[in-house]
T-cell receptor, first 114, second 111 residues
């Protein structure tokens, strides 16, 4: 079955450590997205990539980095520069040049920084 | 940039009640998502609709493009419907192709 996988589901890290969240899709989608969710807030865009080897900052990119070396993979690194990294992180993907309303979602990773 | 407002923020219902969750947005769109997020965090896409009404089991979603408003209804609600329901619309403000999300409606259905 095609879909998006994110691992792990729950992740704990000590303050000051970088951590990388995995996102893999086998839908052959060109565009991939990372969103962040905080309690009481809507999901917000961190980074997006529309093609391999290219990515752009979203609304809240500070303290995060990404790479897009393969079409199926879009890992997100939460760096020590991110002031409040504890949140729920959601990866999504879609076919390029299709309306934004055809996005598919991964199951998410809940990151807790201790 | 599109603004998405959902109401109510929190909703408690008794099992069997009819539930309505509302979503309004500020910029015209071609379609709207309704998503369900369970306590574990995973998000499931319930509906994507561009006009009229869609039905899936006990869930019904309607949209009025002219009024920039959508509603999600749950008939004969059940405790397993307890979740956060989120509406989302395309971001037409840039080339990102991302969605803009409402803050969600937390539904709790009591037995």
């Amino acid at each position: 079955d095609g879909g998006i996988t994110q691992s792990p589901k729950y992740l704990f890290r000590k303050e000051g450590q970088n951590v990388t969240l995995s996102c893999e899709q086998n839908l052959n989608h060109d565009a991939m997205y990372w969103y962040r969710q905080d309690p009481g807030q809507g999901l917000r865009l961190i980074y997006y990539s529309q093609i391999v080897n290219d990515f752009q900052k979203g609304d809240i990119a500070e303290g995060y980095s990404v790479s897009r070396e393969k079409k199926e993979s879009f890992p997100l690194t939460v760096t020590s520069a991110q002031k409040n990294p504890t949140a729920f992180y959601l990866c999504a993907s879609k076919i390029q040049h299709q309306p934004a309303d055809t996005q598919y979602f991964g199951p998410g990773t809940r990151l807790t920084v201790l | 940039k599109n603004e998405v407002e959902q109401s109510p923020q929190n909703l408690t219902a008794q099992e069997g009640e009819f539930i309505t969750i509302n979503c309004s947005y500020s910029v015209g769109i071609s379609a709207l998502h309704w998503l369900q997020q369970h306590p574990g965090g995973g998000i499931v896409s319930l509906f994507m609709l561009s006009s009229g009404k869609k039905k899936h089991g006990r869930l019904i979603a309607t949209i009025n493009i002219q009024e920039k408003h959508s509603s999600l209804h749950i008939t004969a609600s059940h405790p397993r419907d307890s979740a956060v329901y989120i509406c989302a619309v395309p971001n037409y403000g840039g080339s990102q192709g991302n969605l803009i999300f409402g803050k969600g409606t937390k539904l709790s259905v009591k037995p």
